[in-house]
């Protein structure tokens, strides 16, 4: 999961992406039976959940089979509960590294937007990478080092 010749903020990102994917698996499709203590199974989604759950996942599905090219044919049927788990870690990691925090109002850290873009944007590698034109927000001209 780690790599030495890897920034840290790469091998946090993909840990924070593989830790939401498998959370993810607590509230896919297989979870929502449920064994009691007994042995007896239960279903603790509501019509509803189901429903909303059924939408989204039809969504998914299109959403693969669309982007399948030739090279790359999938049943996104067949990769479901996976396609579901892999956008929940990428939704997961996002959200945790841009969802504002109390010391976003001052202290010694800088908000967390902040933190997450800033490193990038001082990286020469990064604008490189992404063919960020020179003076874009995300390549700027002046860099710490």
């Not at 840990?15 to 007994?38: P, R, S, Y």
Request: hydrophobic fraction near 35%.
């Amino acid at each position: 999961m780690f790599y030495a010749s890897k920034l840290d903020i790469f091998n946090y990102a993909r840990l924070g992406f593989a830790i939401g994917h498998e959370f993810t698996h607590v509230l896919d499709i297989g979870a929502k039976k449920i064994k009691t203590d007994d042995g007896k199974s239960f279903y603790w989604w509501t019509n509803a959940t189901q429903n909303n759950y059924n939408a989204r996942t039809y969504t998914l599905v299109d959403f693969y089979n669309n982007i399948s090219t030739k090279n790359d044919s999938i049943d996104a049927r067949q990769t479901l509960v996976e396609n579901t788990a892999d956008n929940g870690g990428y939704r997961a990691a996002y959200l945790t590294m841009c969802t504002r925090h109390p010391s976003d109002s001052g202290g010694t850290y800088a908000p967390y937007r902040l933190r997450v873009m800033g490193p990038y944007m001082n990286s020469v590698d990064f604008g490189a990478a992404y063919n960020c034109p020179l003076g874009s927000p995300m390549n700027p001209r002046t860099r710490a080092w």
